[in-house]
């Protein structure tokens, strides 16, 4: 139980977001650009819409990133502390594992 | 390919005519497919993201931080289930695609349907028919891209999260839904509704109406009419705006006497005539039909597809002003008016009678008349007036049909939206629209306007109904 391991999950996290941020640019191929009509500038406003959307949610993701490293912070705060040790044991004990 | 709608600089949007534009479905398809494939990355993004938040070993670092890892919690959950979360953008995703599907299912169909399946519904309007839904509902069933990974994540690892799919499926459900909720009335009304009756329409369950109508004292339409008539100073009118403001001043409001219609004669200096014929739209809303024969029953019966006092005011106006077989008529109405209109345009008897060759109709429901394509149409309609969808269908697109629709102005009434000069105000943007259906419509509009060389007389006919 470190904070390294906490530091990786927010890694994993992080990737998320990028993964997100590249979903979001590849909506660009859905716009259907051959359909004029008006329900075709009510589409793509809606698809442009969505990647604004994407791009909050990559936000919000890029958040739980930074709360898990601060996290991963804090835990290596404590982890140096007699209750570290505490809860390194019991998590054996338990056999949490990273 | 199939023609669709466009908007114009001018806020007017202009559906059909010789200038339309198109769609082509497969395009559709490989963007509704690009649009899932988008909703499974994020479907696979939701179970990634799930499975770190739920760790045993993060959350048992709680002992060493509980208030960090609780943040830290808070805002995964955010990220997975909030409004602004992997989850909520994976449903947007999917119900765009499925509405794109359905855009490229009803593609064939008419533009009004594809313009519902992606855009507002148009709902109060009553413009969605049930049967341009119906394909949503396959899609509908297999849109679980994310709900299902997603579901199958939160079994596995055994969370409980506050994230709102059960506040979002309905309002993602509902839009689709909606179509056939607002489709109910009809469907539960016994016995004109589709379900109990799949040929049945609005225009067929005023039909019911105007039928019932005769054997009571409301709505019992005589369809005869005796007038009285009065020449009239005329010039010829400049456009449609004019025709519009023509058409208003045929009104009791106007101090024009009940129950009027104009003719005008509009001769060219090659002494060729043609004739507009001005029609106005309801004076009276009493279910029991009075001498006015531009009343509630006059609507229904229309609307039915049925004749009217109305009509035959109209016919009598063109014989005492002595319009010939051969000389081309212009039929102008506002609302009732342009339902009178289109529904003569219609009419074997009176186009046997009378060269019907252009109708121009503004606010009025003209779906359910079967105008001969060899009349030019022109089918003006503002968004906020409920009046040109009460046929619950949309308009036909044919190169000489137009609808021009015009945005509301905010917080605008639904009566200043059903108003006569309102229309003519919209005219006047016809008048000067750049849009190439527009403008080879209004070529063929030049016998009837002031141009050269042209006079006009006219001619104020009152009508009265007899029983």
Redesign the interface.
């Known amino acids: 139980?470190d904070g390294n391991?906490?530091r990786r999950?927010a890694g994993?996290?992080g990737e998320?977001s990028e993964?997100?941020r590249g979903?979001a640019a590849?909506?660009g191929?859905?716009?259907?650009?051959?359909?004029?009509?008006?329900?075709?500038?009510?589409?793509r406003a809606?698809?442009e819409e969505?990647q604004r959307?994407?791009a909050?949610?990559a936000?919000?993701?890029d958040?739980?990133r930074?709360?898990?490293e601060?996290?991963a912070?804090?835990?290596e705060?404590?982890?140096g502390g007699p209750?570290?040790a505490l809860?390194g044991k019991?998590?054996e004990l338990?056999g949490?594992?990273? | 390919m199939v023609p669709a709608a466009r908007r114009g600089s001018d806020g007017l949007q202009v559906q059909g005519g010789a200038g339309g534009v198109a769609a082509r479905t497969d395009d559709l398809e490989q963007a509704a497919g690009a649009l899932q494939s988008a909703a499974g990355g994020l479907a696979e993004a939701a179970v990634a993201a799930a499975s770190v938040a739920a760790r045993p070993l993060l959350l048992a670092t709680g002992v060493l931080a509980p208030l960090t890892l609780a943040r830290a919690e808070a805002t995964l959950v955010a990220a997975l289930a909030g409004s602004r979360g992997i989850v909520v953008a994976g449903l947007r995703l999917e119900t765009l695609a499925l509405r794109l599907r359905a855009a490229a299912l009803g593609y064939d169909v008419a533009e009004n349907g594809a313009r519902a399946a992606v855009g507002q519904l148009e709902l109060a309007a009553g413009r969605l028919v049930a049967a341009g839904v119906l394909p949503l509902v396959p899609l509908a069933a297999a849109t679980s891209v994310v709900t299902v990974p997603f579901g199958v994540a939160v079994s596995r690892v055994g969370l409980r999260l506050p994230f709102p799919v059960p506040a979002q499926w309905p309002r993602a459900g509902g839009r689709l839904l909606e179509p056939l909720v607002a489709a109910l009335p009809g469907a539960i009304t016994p016995p004109a509704g589709p379900l109990w009756n799949p040929g049945a329409s609005v225009p067929g369950l005023a039909g019911v109406l105007a039928d019932a109508g005769r054997a009571g004292p409301f709505l019992h339409e005589s369809g005869s009419v005796v007038v009285t008539a009065r020449p009239a100073p005329a010039v010829p009118p400049r456009g449609v705006s004019d025709l519009l403001a023509r058409v208003a001043a045929c009104y009791p409001a106007a101090g024009a006497p009940p129950g009027s219609v104009r003719v005008e004669g509009v001769s060219g200096p090659d002494g060729r005539r043609a004739w507009v014929v001005e029609i106005p739209g309801t004076q009276e809303w009493s279910p029991r039909p009075g001498p006015n024969p531009a009343d509630l029953t006059a609507d229904v019966a229309a609307l039915g597809g049925a004749s009217t006092a109305a009509a035959a005011t109209v016919v009598r106006a063109l014989e005492l002003a002595g319009a010939g077989p051969s000389d081309p008529v212009l039929l102008a109405g506002h609302s009732l008016g342009g339902m009178l209109a289109a529904a003569l345009a219609a009419d074997p008897g009176f186009t046997r009678r009378f060269r019907v060759t252009h109708v121009v109709a503004a606010g009025s429901p003209l779906a359910g008349y079967r105008v001969p394509a060899g009349v030019a149409v022109l089918a003006l309609e503002h968004d906020d007036d409920l009046v040109p969808a009460l046929d619950g269908a949309p308009d036909p697109d044919r190169a000489n049909w137009i609808t021009v629709r015009r945005s509301p102005r905010r917080g605008r009434s639904p009566a200043a939206a059903h108003d006569c000069l309102a229309y003519a105000e919209t005219g006047a943007l016809v008048d000067a629209s750049p849009d190439a259906s527009v403008r080879a419509w209004l070529a063929g509009l030049t016998p009837f306007l002031a141009r050269p060389g042209a006079t006009a007389r006219g001619l104020v006919v009152v009508g009265r109904r007899t029983s």
Do not use: F, I, K, N
């Open positions: 139980m391991w906490v999950c994993e996290v998320l993964q997100v979903l590849g909506l191929a859905a716009r259907a650009e051959s359909w004029r009509s008006l329900a075709a500038e009510d589409y809606t698809l969505q959307a994407l909050a949610t936000a919000v993701l958040d739980a930074a709360a898990l601060a996290h912070r804090a835990v705060d404590a982890a209750l570290g809860a019991a998590a338990l949490l594992h990273p």
